[in-house]
Nanobody, 125 residues
Framework: QVQLVESGGGEVQAGQSLKLSCEAS????????MGWFRQFPGEERTFVAR????????LYADSVKGRFTIFRDIGKNAVYLQMNSLKPEDTAVYFC??????????????????WGQGIQVTVSS
């Protein structure tokens, strides 16, 4: 069983940046796609970004494209989300997730089998 732990959240002003980290333990995720999701109050988690095994391909939600960058460090078994030009509407709880099997790609909640506990990101105007 893999454990995912997010860090790096907090409160910033609009236009500033934050970098979220997600460290995995219990199993190597080298062959797994990794993703970031976010959840607004009262809503379901929604897809933010995904990176494939080997960092070959990335995919972003339209709302964050050009502002957020997902990348991973295989040696540290970790994935990151660099968030630039933050907006108040980015305020949410952010979750990292590992795909529910090696060499699988998807963006739906059901495509991911392991989740972090979530971390709050607040952007004030």
């Amino acid at each position: 069983q893999v454990q995912l732990v997010e860090s790096g959240g907090g409160e910033v002003q609009a236009g500033q940046s934050l970098k979220l980290s997600c460290e995995a333990s219990g199993r190597s995720l080298n062959h797994y796609a990794m993703g970031w999701f976010r959840q607004f109050p009262g809503e379901e988690r929604t897809f933010v970004a995904r990176i494939s095994w080997g960092s070959v391909a990335t995919l972003y939600a339209d709302s964050v494209k050009g502002r957020f960058t997902i990348f991973r460090d295989i040696g540290k078994n970790a994935v990151y989300l660099q968030m630039n030009s933050l907006k108040p509407e980015d305020t949410a709880v952010y979750f990292c997730a590992a795909a529910n099997g090696p060499f699988r790609l998807g963006t739906a909640l059901g495509d991911f089998g392991s989740w972090g506990q979530g971390i709050q990101v607040t952007v004030s105007s």
